[in-house]
């Protein structure tokens, strides 16, 4: 197990051997959650244009499978901020 040190203006550094196993570089994003006394980092990888549209074409396609339509989806977003959901 190696250390980390947390600097004075609470910054860790992510060591180079670390950086590459997780193929992690300047300019990545990092999404980080706390259990307990535990952190947990893990590096968040957005996907490309292409990728992106992929997904989404996918997400219409089954919602139009299921028989939802534009306005069911716009429905189910207002009840989840709401905190309708459930």
């Keep these: 197990m190696d250390m980390l040190k947390v600097s004075s203006k609470g910054q860790i550094s992510i060591p180079a051997k670390a950086r590459k196993e997780?193929?992690?570089?300047?300019?990545d994003r990092l999404a980080y959650v706390v259990f307990g006394d535990t952190l947990v980092?893990?590096?968040?990888?957005?996907?490309?244009?292409?990728e992106f549209?992929?997904?989404l074409d996918e997400a219409q396609e089954w919602a139009a499978s299921v028989g939802l339509t534009e306005d069911d989806i716009n429905e189910a977003i207002k009840d989840v901020r709401k905190g309708k959901c459930g």
């Design 22 to 27: 997780m193929n992690i570089k300047y300019g």
């Design 41 to 50: 980092i893990k590096p968040v990888k957005m996907p490309s244009e292409e």
């Design 53 to 55: 549209e992929k997904s």
